[in-house]
């Protein structure tokens, strides 16, 4: 997953802190500094995972910490940084759970506080601190391989719960403090986006832990109440959760998926088949290199010609300008974050998909909108730019392009010509562009 910083797991003595750090040595990890308020079972996860590392350089150590004191939190932070130089990744699963009904008329304040002080307290010093150390670091690119996923200072992941999200009798501390663990981290999330951190939470359901199972023993019928909420017929275990814990850290989350392109046609049976599957034939770097445009497919005729192959002959070996005459042009585009291109009128009309990220469409009106994942903009031969805002400029996006040949237009009684500007640089020497 691309897994090479270093990363502090807090809770990570057991279950599914356990899990994370043992995953994050697999994956290739340089450190970890598991933090506990067992030191002997930190001590012993550290153990576990240099046996397990794959990254030659790896070192582990344990450190004893209570979440619920500022001190101890800033020391395991302090010992990060000695250790690390940096915290690249830290997930904070410490929290405690249920172990006997609690109802809203015979809990007592000092049991409903003990839930705030560990499960929000708790997640609340340890995400401040990551921030304060984060927001000192100096920025890194999320991928050396990619450079459009951007830079990034770090990535904090906080476990919450099923309950953050819904309630079930008898947990009414534990349902109120994983309420205030995911609000924490969407509020922390949109804090600390400028500064390239991000901030998520992860919202398991029951899982297969040691905390989980002391609320099995000690509420009854919480295990019948399981058995019937969950469709699979069992509890999740620690490493599924641990799998889209690191997942979340990885530059797989902070980047754009790879798009594979699957061409079919027929054999001489007359049967459908795939003919072949690539990334598509021609690839260019835009906007001084802030925006990379693949052709997806072209065409140059009319009704299309299928026949013999005659139109993936064409689009193989003919890249093609913004448009093909009396063709289409399907163009995906990956923008760097915070790309802006440069105000231009094409002559077709274009039909724009936000496949990931947020964009802000301008005119030369002045007039614009913002169009998120899904959004779908019409584009007939307006003069208009398009600016990356994804994460506030912080993560890369991506647009699906289908531009189609259309004839002269008019408006305000003249004909109206479509202008590159600065973007015409990038497609001298192909079909309709100088030197062509």
């Given at each position: 997953m691309d897994i090479t910083g270093n990363g502090l797991i807090v809770g990570g003595g057991n279950g599914i802190g356990k899990a994370c750090a043992i995953l994050l040595a697999r994956e290739g990890a340089a450190g970890v500094l598991i933090g506990d308020i067992d030191i002997d079972a930190a001590n012993s996860v550290a153990a576990e995972c240099q046996a397990v590392a794959t990254n030659n350089q790896f070192r582990a150590e344990g450190i004893r910490v209570d979440v619920t004191h500022e001190y101890s939190v800033?020391?395991?932070?302090?010992?990060m940084v000695e250790l690390f130089e940096r915290v690249d990744y830290c997930v904070n699963c410490a929290g405690i759970g249920a172990q006997q009904p609690a109802d809203i008329a015979s809990l007592t304040l000092t049991d409903f506080q003990r839930f705030q002080d560990v499960n929000t307290t708790g997640t609340f010093l340890v995400t401040k601190e990551a921030s304060v150390v984060m927001r000192a670091q100096k920025l890194r690119p999320v991928s050396e391989s990619s450079p459009l996923r951007g830079n990034t200072r770090g990535s904090i992941v906080n476990l919450g719960s099923a309950s953050s999200m819904t309630a079930a009798w008898g947990v009414l501390p534990y349902t109120t403090s994983k309420h205030a663990t995911l609000g924490l981290t969407k509020n922390s999330a949109l804090d600390n986006a400028t500064y390239g951190i991000r901030v998520n939470c992860i919202c398991?359901?029951?899982t297969d832990t040691p905390m989980v199972q002391r609320a099995v023993d000690g509420i009854e019928g919480l295990k019948d109440f399981i058995k019937e909420k969950l469709p699979i017929g069992r509890m999740a275990v620690p490493d599924e959760i641990a799998d889209a814990v690191i997942f979340t850290l990885s530059p797989r989350v902070a980047g754009l998926p790879r798009v594979q392109r699957h061409i079919?046609?027929?054999n001489e049976q007359?049967?459908?088949?795939f003919l072949s599957t690539d990334s598509g034939a021609h690839h260019k770097e835009l906007v001084d290199k802030g925006a990379l445009a693949n052709i997806i497919y072209s065409t140059n005729s009319h009704p299309v010609e299928l026949n013999d192959n005659v139109d993936i002959k064409f689009q193989a070996e003919n890249e093609p300008g913004l448009t093909v005459k009396n063709g289409t042009v399907?163009?995906?585009i990956d923008f760097a974050p915070a790309c802006e291109s440069p105000m231009h009128r094409v002559n077709s009309i274009d039909y724009a998909i936000v496949i990931e990220?947020?964009?802000?469409?301008?005119l030369d009106s002045g007039e614009e909108r913002y169009m998120h994942r899904g959004d779908i903009a019409v584009q007939r031969s307006t003069a208009h730019k398009w600016i990356n805002v994804t994460g506030n400029g912080l993560l890369p996006a991506r647009i699906l392009f289908i531009l189609q040949d259309v004839k002269d237009v008019y408006a305000g009684g003249q004909k109206v010509a479509g202008y590159l500007g600065p973007l015409g640089?990038?497609?001298v020497g192909l079909p309709g562009h100088p030197g062509s």
């Amino acid at each position: 997953m691309d897994i090479t910083g270093n990363g502090l797991i807090v809770g990570g003595g057991n279950g599914i802190g356990k899990a994370c750090a043992i995953l994050l040595a697999r994956e290739g990890a340089a450190g970890v500094l598991i933090g506990d308020i067992d030191i002997d079972a930190a001590n012993s996860v550290a153990a576990e995972c240099q046996a397990v590392a794959t990254n030659n350089q790896f070192r582990a150590e344990g450190i004893r910490v209570d979440v619920t004191h500022e001190y101890s939190v800033r020391r395991m932070f302090k010992r990060m940084v000695e250790l690390f130089e940096r915290v690249d990744y830290c997930v904070n699963c410490a929290g405690i759970g249920a172990q006997q009904p609690a109802d809203i008329a015979s809990l007592t304040l000092t049991d409903f506080q003990r839930f705030q002080d560990v499960n929000t307290t708790g997640t609340f010093l340890v995400t401040k601190e990551a921030s304060v150390v984060m927001r000192a670091q100096k920025l890194r690119p999320v991928s050396e391989s990619s450079p459009l996923r951007g830079n990034t200072r770090g990535s904090i992941v906080n476990l919450g719960s099923a309950s953050s999200m819904t309630a079930a009798w008898g947990v009414l501390p534990y349902t109120t403090s994983k309420h205030a663990t995911l609000g924490l981290t969407k509020n922390s999330a949109l804090d600390n986006a400028t500064y390239g951190i991000r901030v998520n939470c992860i919202c398991p359901s029951w899982t297969d832990t040691p905390m989980v199972q002391r609320a099995v023993d000690g509420i009854e019928g919480l295990k019948d109440f399981i058995k019937e909420k969950l469709p699979i017929g069992r509890m999740a275990v620690p490493d599924e959760i641990a799998d889209a814990v690191i997942f979340t850290l990885s530059p797989r989350v902070a980047g754009l998926p790879r798009v594979q392109r699957h061409i079919t046609g027929h054999n001489e049976q007359g049967h459908s088949v795939f003919l072949s599957t690539d990334s598509g034939a021609h690839h260019k770097e835009l906007v001084d290199k802030g925006a990379l445009a693949n052709i997806i497919y072209s065409t140059n005729s009319h009704p299309v010609e299928l026949n013999d192959n005659v139109d993936i002959k064409f689009q193989a070996e003919n890249e093609p300008g913004l448009t093909v005459k009396n063709g289409t042009v399907c163009r995906l585009i990956d923008f760097a974050p915070a790309c802006e291109s440069p105000m231009h009128r094409v002559n077709s009309i274009d039909y724009a998909i936000v496949i990931e990220g947020v964009f802000k469409m301008v005119l030369d009106s002045g007039e614009e909108r913002y169009m998120h994942r899904g959004d779908i903009a019409v584009q007939r031969s307006t003069a208009h730019k398009w600016i990356n805002v994804t994460g506030n400029g912080l993560l890369p996006a991506r647009i699906l392009f289908i531009l189609q040949d259309v004839k002269d237009v008019y408006a305000g009684g003249q004909k109206v010509a479509g202008y590159l500007g600065p973007l015409g640089d990038d497609y001298v020497g192909l079909p309709g562009h100088p030197g062509s």
